[in-house]
């Protein structure tokens, strides 16, 4: 978005009119080029102006980043977690996933304390490194995606007041709401031409165009509570896992690898013991065949007759 600061008294920043072109000269190009120097000097003294306006702007670490209100309720929290916790890994250096967090974008805000912060909302480019607060003039843009989780107290104002804040001055691109105790009120919206357009279902869950997901409704059971919960997957409704999924479906692939090696000696162990029975039945036939032919022969010397001849 373009960054507008209102203006600032103490920085002696205010916006100027443009330069008024110079009239046209036939013979002589002399001022021409000295209002084109001139123009040059003030669109620099402009930048500075506006430079020297965001430095005295306070940053992250001199606004207030905690309001001591708690989240609505225990199933807000969970939903905010899983939500964020799901996707940070996805997301990685990508862009910066935060939740419950001020985000600042104007010193009447900050005055008069009229907005506070999106339950989650997703940047793109930025990096993840930590931040107490979503700053606007010192990160150069707004949210790219915001997700309300709305109550009976703040569904209202997610729906409308604030609805408009994200369309109107922060230009949030995809913004969606959730209540965790109706997952039938869940709707998204585009921003297209400066206006938020509701977007279509898709089975079960909306495309995140931002980011290339989709939001789904799932049903399990998620930090001992089991209920319908908002969660990040691919457009072909495979889910983001969370860490402790990720790791889950390792030890699971490990415990499968580990019984299919067991497996494996065993039937190993088994051919062996096979192999070594068979080594036995033909050593103990061959003993047998070499007794039948000594008792054959004994029998034939017996009546006189020489076995060696016979072969």
């Known amino acids: 978005m373009s960054l507008q600061l209102e203006r600032n008294p103490a920085a002696g920043f205010e916006r100027m009119p443009p330069p008024k072109p110079p009239s046209h000269h036939l013979y002589h190009d002399e001022p021409s080029s000295r209002w084109a120097l001139e123009n040059l000097d003030l669109e620099t003294s402009v930048v500075s102006a506006f430079d020297d306006t965001c430095a005295l702007l306070p940053t992250q670490d001199e606004l207030p980043d905690e309001d001591g209100v708690p989240m609505e309720t225990e199933r807000h929290k969970k939903q905010m977690d899983l939500l964020v916790d799901s996707l940070a890994p996805w997301l990685g250096k990508r862009g910066y996933v935060g939740a419950n967090m001020f985000v600042y974008f104007s010193l009447k805000q900050l005055k008069n304390e009229e907005f506070k912060g999106p339950d989650v909302f997703v940047t793109l480019g930025l990096g993840n490194r930590e931040r107490k607060s979503w700053v606007v003039w010192e990160e150069g843009k707004s949210p790219d995606v915001v997700i309300e989780l709305l109550s009976k107290k703040?569904?209202?104002?997610?729906?409308?007041?604030?609805?408009?804040?994200?369309?109107?001055?922060?230009?949030?691109?995809?913004y969606f709401w959730f209540d965790p105790y109706n997952p039938n009120d869940f709707q998204g919206f585009k921003l297209f031409q400066g206006?938020?357009?509701?977007?279509?279902?898709?089975?079960?869950?909306?495309?995140?165009?931002?980011?290339?997901?989709?939001?789904?409704?799932?049903?399990g059971l998620y930090k001992d509570i089991e209920t319908t919960w908002l969660r990040w997957a691919t457009k072909d409704d495979d889910l983001l896992l969370l860490p402790e999924e990720i790791e889950a479906q390792?030890?699971?692939?490990?415990?499968?690898?580990?019984?299919?090696?067991?497996?494996?000696?065993?039937?190993?162990l088994q051919r062996a013991e096979a192999e070594a029975q068979r080594a036995d039945q033909e050593r103990q036939q061959k003993e047998q065949a070499q007794e039948r032919a000594e008792r054959l022969a004994q029998i034939l010397r017996e009546q006189g007759i020489d076995p060696d001849q016979l072969s």
Do not use: M
Request: include cysteine; hydrophobic fraction near 35%; charge should be positive.
């Open 154 to 174: 703040t569904a209202k104002s997610d729906k409308t007041s604030k609805k408009d804040v994200y369309q109107n001055q922060l230009k949030v691109a995809e």
């Open 195 to 219: 206006v938020y357009e509701q977007l279509p279902f898709l089975n079960n869950g909306l495309i995140c165009q931002k980011l290339g997901l989709k939001l789904i409704l799932w049903h």
């Open 250 to 268: 390792r030890a699971d692939a490990e415990a499968q690898r580990a019984e299919q090696e067991r497996q494996q000696k065993e039937q190993a």
